[in-house]
């Protein structure tokens, strides 16, 4: 485009080309265009022809922006989609785990309350126990020992069942406690999934 208005430019300088006001009865004057005039003109053409040019350079260079703008976009919404397609599957996946997580609670809050009851047990025991030994010491001591060997003997059955209860009720508070806090730290974990 640049170079046909660039020819018609030479061609208009060359004098080729003539200007003229028509007349009425449709013939073209014989008078000539100035060269002052053509030059003008083409002055005039060639301004224009230059602005048409940096109008084309400069929104060539602003497509060209653009484009690598889009592209990088594009790269953007593709991560995006990647991370949602990933959060979608993490939160498939935590709605899975909370009904075990949920349901091992349970089981947890189940066993520790059976241990519960259990060391309920063994203390009243315990208690029934010392108070046998305190009645069969009062006993022992009321009457005259048959046998003064056989007394230590049971003495000691007594107090080794006695330890025996004491380590077992240690051993089950414990064990009771761990449970607890691992209750407790289930519980959290499916709290801060909910």
């Known amino acids: 485009m640049i170079?046909?208005?660039?020819?018609?430019?030479v061609a208009g300088s060359l004098g080729a080309v003539h200007a003229g006001p028509i007349r009425k009865n449709g013939k073209i004057e014989d008078k000539a265009a100035s060269q002052e005039e053509v030059n003008v003109l083409m002055f005039g053409v060639i301004q224009l022809s230059e602005s048409l040019n940096h109008v084309y350079e400069s929104m060539e260079g602003k497509i060209g922006k653009i484009r690598q703008?889009?592209?990088r976009h594009e790269g953007t919404l593709l991560k995006l989609g990647k991370q949602a397609e990933q959060a979608a599957e993490?939160?498939?996946q935590i709605k899975e785990v909370i009904p075990l997580l949920k349901a091992q609670v349970a089981t947890q809050q189940a066993q520790t309350q059976m241990m519960k009851d259990r060391l309920n047990g063994i203390e009243?025991?315990?208690?029934?126990?010392k108070t046998k030994v305190k009645t069969l010491e009062m006993s022992l001591n009321n009457f005259v020992p048959t046998s003064l060997k056989e007394l230590q003997e049971r003495a000691e059955e007594h107090s080794d069942v006695l330890q025996g209860l004491l380590l077992l009720t240690q051993f089950q508070k414990e064990n009771i406690?761990?449970?607890n806090e691992e209750l407790s730290k289930l519980q959290m974990m499916s709290e801060a999934m909910a």
């Open 3 to 9: 170079r046909s208005i660039f020819l018609l430019c």
């Open 69 to 71: 703008t889009l592209k």
């Open 90 to 92: 993490v939160e498939k």
């Open 124 to 129: 009243k025991d315990e208690v029934q126990l």
């Open 177 to 179: 406690e761990t449970q």
